[in-house]
């Protein structure tokens, strides 16, 4: 399935260093979501977009920014990471927000904080 | 707020035994519950769900049931294979909601 499509499958970046991700969907959905999955730890929602506007942020600190340009693309501009902000990153889009449809999910992007 | 909890974190089944996972929710007015598979590596997959209408759903080896009353949905799996050893998720949310998850169960099938 190619529905969702995340790049880089893989980033490694010392902590000073600025780097997006980047998530498309091809599925005709209008909500996209950024997901952080730690070891061991359940899925962490981090940002939710509904028609291009961001409708949820769950307290993630300002070193992630989050860019929705259209309802297709979605973007985590990264700066200044820690550490503990090593993990694998899941895009994933539904037909809404709202309207309690499934999501599918995109391959992740480990990302790795030397 | 919306809070799932599941249960267990891991559970180990030989091949053909069957296998249940349970997840607990919090608002009652959840009415949409998901189930995701993770293989070791791969992306989360939609295996099956369910909405507050029925109690149950079927598809092949694989059910899950639903008690609004008591507020808590499971996953059946039978004849299990070790090609499902993965981790699980279950979700609720209601209308206005995004999914939230629960921890997750790492099942392992041993043939």
């Known amino acids: 399935e190619t529905g969702v499509t995340q790049t880089p499958r893989h980033l490694v970046m010392g902590m000073t260093n600025k780097k997006s991700l980047k998530c498309e969907q091809h599925l005709g959905h209008n909500a996209m979501y950024w997901y952080k999955q730690s070891a061991k730890k359940p899925l962490e929602l981090m940002f939710v977009?509904?028609?291009?506007?961001?409708?949820e942020n769950n307290s993630v600190p300002s070193r992630f920014s989050p860019e929705c340009p259209n309802s297709s693309h979605l973007f985590l501009h990264l700066h200044t990471l820690q550490p503990e902000d090593s993990a694998l990153y899941l895009c994933a889009s539904s037909q809404e927000r709202d309207m309690n449809q499934p999501q599918h999910f995109g391959d992740g992007t480990r990302l790795s904080i030397l | 707020g919306e809070n799932v909890e599941q249960h267990p974190s891991t559970l180990s089944v030989q091949e053909g035994d069957s296998a249940v996972i349970k997840c607990t929710y919090s608002?009652?007015?959840?009415?949409?519950f998901p189930w995701y598979k993770q293989e070791l590596g791969k992306r989360p997959q939609l295996i099956i769900d369910?909405?507050?209408?029925?109690g149950e759903k079927k598809d092949q080896r694989i059910a899950v049931t639903l008690n609004k009353t008591a507020k808590h949905f499971s996953l059946h799996i039978t004849e299990t294979q070790p090609e499902d050893s993965a981790v699980y998720f279950c979700?609720?949310?209601?209308?206005?909601?995004?999914?939230?998850f629960g921890k997750g169960t790492t099942l392992s099938v041993s043939s």
């Open positions: 979700a609720a949310s209601r209308v206005g909601t995004a999914l939230i």
């Open positions: 369910i909405r507050s209408n029925v």
């Open positions: 608002d009652s007015a959840s009415n949409y």
């Open positions: 977009y509904n028609f291009k506007e961001q409708t």
